[in-house]
């Protein structure tokens, strides 16, 4: 099974940044997909962003375009895979995951069902 480790977390004070980065072990697949899903206590699991294996293709839900941003590392050799967080609000306060997808396709979704493996999550507490 594919493992992933979610870091960065922590705790920020309202209009702050964080960056979450999720380090994945090797895969041998050609087209995969990471996306970052939180959970907020009480709340379903929402998806808030995905990039393809190439980087080249990238999703935000309007809500949280400008404000956080998704990247990976520049050689694809770190298996490496940043969601810089700014302008952090209360609301942002969740318990933040990464996810593999093995789908190949050269675009990417948010949907959970998409996704194979999971990490364990990184907790954001952002307060006002």
């Known amino acids: 099974q594919l493992q992933l480790v979610e870091s960065g977390g922590g705790l920020v004070q309202a209009g702050g940044s964080l960056r979450l980065s999720c380090t994945f072990s090797?895969?041998?697949?050609?087209?995969?997909?990471i996306g970052w899903f939180r959970q907020a206590p009480g709340k379903e699991r929402e998806g808030i962003s995905c990039?393809?294996?190439?980087?080249?293709?990238?999703?935000?839900p309007n809500s949280l375009k400008g404000r956080h941003s998704i990247s990976r590392d520049r050689d694809n050799t770190k298996n490496t895979v940043y969601l810089q967080m700014t302008s952090l609000k209360p609301e942002d306060t969740a318990v933040y995951y990464c996810?593999?997808?093995?789908?190949?396709?050269?675009?990417?979704?948010?949907?959970?069902?998409?996704?194979?493996?999971w990490g364990q999550g990184t907790q954001v507490t952002v307060s006002s």
């Open positions: 996810a593999f997808s093995r789908l190949r396709r050269d675009w990417c979704s948010i949907s959970s069902g998409d996704y194979n493996d």
């Open positions: 090797r895969v041998t697949f050609d087209y995969y997909a």
């Open positions: 990039i393809t294996s190439g980087a080249a293709a990238t999703y935000f």
